[in-house]
């Protein structure tokens, strides 16, 4: 007979693999209606506005009042004495170049190994070696005997190189109160049948960027930089729906 936490189980599984597929049937279909089309272009959307959009808030220091000098042109805490042109408030623009090469080799071995013995009992008595070999028979001898062995052995290499060098503008969506700037950008470049897409987000310090009012990717704090595509060659490159239910689903 099932017990009634096996039926739960089963139940559950079902549900589960019925809304998969629900999903994944919808997917499909979506697919099926863009036959022969190339893949299209997202919207140019606010970013701001996205699901999912936090305010960026970091550690401030205390606000400082800004003084001017008599009979000067001169503020304090200004980066030029003319206006400046780079990025600084929101809505302008400053172009991000990404320059990541990245290149790591790690190989980790770690061994364990244990022996236990326990060994305890009555080997003799006092004066039983006097009573003959039939107390010797009565008397208790070894009580416990008990002994394990366990070792491991694992091994672990990492070897990856990446090199990726482009350039995205980006727009400032929101002003710190120290004055570092959240900047954002997205770029889709669609080639024959498949989109790539490269995502730039992060902060940045107004004094890190140059006269040309571009920054490089290095000095973008809490830098997050996607790069990725979608389209037939993605498609192909990824298993199916079912064998990644099947991945998450089986316990072997």
């Not at 606000?63 to 990025?87: I, M």
């Not at 013995?117 to 008397?139: P, Q």
């Not at 290499?157 to 980006?170: F, M």
């Amino acid at each position: 007979m099932f017990r009634s936490s096996s039926i739960k189980r089963i139940v559950l599984t079902g549900t589960l693999l019925t809304i998969v597929s629900v999903a994944s049937g919808c997917s499909s279909i979506d697919r099926l209606s863009q036959i022969g089309e190339q893949p299209k272009l997202n919207a140019i959307e606010n970013p701001t506005t996205q699901p999912g959009y936090k305010p960026v808030q970091m550690p401030m220091p205390k606000p400082e009042t800004v003084s001017y000098n008599a009979n000067s042109l001169w503020r304090n805490g200004s980066r030029a004495f003319f206006k400046d042109q780079r990025a600084a408030r929101v809505g302008d623009l400053l172009t991000v170049t990404v320059n990541i090469t990245d290149k790591a080799n790690i190989a980790n071995e770690t061994q364990r190994s244990r022996t236990n013995k326990e060994d305890s009992g009555i080997t003799d008595f006092v004066g039983a070696k006097t009573l003959g070999v039939t107390a010797a028979k009565v008397l208790p001898g070894r009580i416990l005997t008990a002994d394990s062995t366990a070792s491991s052995d694992g091994k672990g290499s990492v070897n990856r190189q990446e090199a990726l060098q482009t350039n995205v503008a980006a727009v400032v969506t929101q002003v710190l109160p120290n004055g570092n700037l959240v900047v954002e950008g997205k770029q889709e470049i669609r080639v024959n049948f498949e989109i790539r897409e490269l995502i730039v987000a992060g902060i940045v310090r107004p004094e890190d960027i140059q006269s040309d009012n571009t920054i490089d990717s290095s000095k973008i704090a809490q830098a997050r930089i996607a790069y990725g595509g979608r389209g037939q060659i993605t498609d192909i490159q990824q298993p199916r729906y079912g064998q990644q239910v099947m991945d998450v689903l089986l316990p072997f």
